[in-house]
Structures are given as structure tokens and as C-alpha cells.
């Protein structure tokens, strides 16, 4: 069985991520999406969250599940059972990160390998900073992201209001 892990912090799971992850699902028996656990000092949502709104997001998706997790990602990958680390390029300044923290995971666990999927050309330019700040503003952004993160983002924004 080919497994892979799609790490990241998901702060919020964009269509941008869900993308990856559908098609990460037509190349891997199984795939598990981490949501990054860290403090959420500076994010919008906090790990529970994430990883709920990730659950929400996937539920078409019967071979994707969802876990957080700390530490490194190549540990991660080894406790999952998963040989491969999918990530998603949008871009070249991707590129460099991708090609940095790749290096280093290779170093780090030699039988695990990066495997980068190019961003969908309807979703290269989109971000979950962006969509944070753009919901923030008052703007539409129920295209780019699953329907229960835009409620998730509405209430919030709500609240904040
Ligand atoms: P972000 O970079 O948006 O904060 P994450 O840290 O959660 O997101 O990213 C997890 C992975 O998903 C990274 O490999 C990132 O490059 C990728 N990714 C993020 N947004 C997109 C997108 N719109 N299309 C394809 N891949 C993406």
C-alpha cells in the first residue's frame, strides 16, 4: 500500500489545498492530510479547528484522513507508515522553500521523498493568508475555499466585527 502525508498548517484548508490533496488521492492508496498542532498565537484558527474544518472538507474524499501533528514532519511521515511528503508549488518563491525543506527531509529520513504537485491554475494564486485577510475585509471568498470554512471565516469575522 502507497501512503502519503500532506502536511502544512491548513490555517484555514483553502480549495487550494483541496486540490492537492484530491489528486494526491488518485496517486496514494492512502493519503494523511497533518495539520501542523503549534500554538495559535499567530493564527486564526486553533488546531482543534483546523483539523475540524479539514474533516468537513474531505468528507468526499474516502481515502484521505486528517490527524495533527508536532514536531518533524519526517517523523510524522515514519509514524503514518508513509514513504512520500506531498506538497503543493504555486510558484517559484514555493520553489525555493520546497527545494530547502526538501534537501533537509532527505537528509533527515533517506527512504522518504518529496513529492511536489503544481498548483491548479485556478488556485495558483491563492493563499490562506490571503484569504484570511481578504475575509476580514468584507470580500467573496466562497469560491476558494469549502463551504463550512467560508461559514467558519463569516462567524469569525462576525465576532470580530
Ligand atoms: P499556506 O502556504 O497557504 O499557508 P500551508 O502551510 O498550509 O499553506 O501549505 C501546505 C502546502 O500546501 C504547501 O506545500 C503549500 O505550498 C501548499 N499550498 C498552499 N496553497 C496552495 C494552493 N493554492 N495551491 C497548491 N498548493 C498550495
Known sequence: MTVAVYPGSFDPITNGHLDIATRAARLFDKVT???????????MFNTHDRVELVTQSIAGLPNVEVKPFTGLVVDFARQMGA????????????FENEFEMAMMNKRL?????????????????LSASLIREVARLGGDITDLVPAPVAAALKKRNAAGA
Open 33 to 43: 492530510i497533518g495539520v501542523y498542532d503549534i500554538p495559535a498565537r499567530n493564527l
Open 83 to 94: 514513504r512520500a511528503i506531498v506538497r503543493g508549488l504555486r510558484a517559484a518563491t514555493d
Open 109 to 125: 529520513a533517506a527512504d522518504c521523498d518529496v513529492v511536489c504537485l503544481m498548483a491548479n491554475l485556478k488556485y495558483a494564486f
